[in-house]
């Protein structure tokens, strides 16, 4: 029984330092080609930045009311010129930085360009539109926004609200700062700054069931 008790326990201890050591041993990175073949694979969508991957999580039905209305507003005021807007599911990579990732919104104005890696990866959007959540709200304002600066061509970026109507507008400027305007009178606009075009605050959130309170 002593015999038994003791292997017992010594194979314990054997997995658990196993184990440990296991979970502290660095997890092997990926190259970016892994990232895109496996991407292509995958039925999920995956952010990718230095060697590692993170699952995009599900949308609200408040978001994917807001995209829909976005879309609805912006294609037929952007039809026959020369930009055009794109849904979520095209990737883009920041160059500089080698982030990947899906912007809800995006719009091209003149030629597409696409990375040597992969024919469908964009690294020229002008304009990025992100509809905000919870758990995705300090990520897009922060660090995302900071990725997305140091690709030359995006111009603008926008930040939407689910919750209650307001959306940000954030600009670059000459001397590559930013200046930033809020729009979120309920009966006024949204407009874009570089391109001419308005649509009312009402039908960006038109049939959205909003759960914040206005602000007073």
């Known amino acids: 029984t002593n015999e038994r008790q003791l292997t017992t326990r010594t194979q314990y201890e054997i997995r658990s330092v196993w184990s440990v050591t296991m979970s502290a041993l660095p997890k092997r990175k990926m190259t970016e080609t892994e990232y895109l073949s496996f991407e292509e694979k995958s039925e999920e969508r995956h952010e990718f930045y230095n060697g590692e991957t993170f699952a995009m999580a599900g949308a609200s039905r408040q978001h994917c009311d807001i995209s829909t209305n976005l879309i609805i507003e912006l ?10 807007v794109s849904a979520a599911g095209q990737r883009v990579k920041v160059s500089r930085t080698g982030l990947y990732t899906y912007p809800d919104l ?31 709200e300090g990520y897009d304002r922060g ?59 009402a039908d960006v959130y038109r049939d959205v069931e909003l759960t914040g309170e206005p602000l007073r």
């Open 143 to 201: 660090t995302k926004f900071e990725h997305y600066q140091k690709l030359p061509s995006v111009r603008e970026y926008v930040l939407v609200r689910q919750d209650r109507m307001r959306i940000e507008r954030h600009v670059r400027q000459p001397d590559e700062s930013w200046t930033t305007t809020a729009f979120d009178d309920p009966a006024g606009s949204f407009a874009l700054a570089t391109i001419p075009i308005s649509i009312p605050l």
């Open 106 to 136: 995006l719009i091209v104005c003149g030629p597409r360009e696409f990375d040597k890696l992969n024919e469908n990866t964009l690294i020229n959007p002008n304009i990025v539109i992100e509809i905000l959540s919870d758990s995705t």
């Open 75 to 84: 294609h037929p005021r952007l039809r026959g010129g020369p930009c055009r």
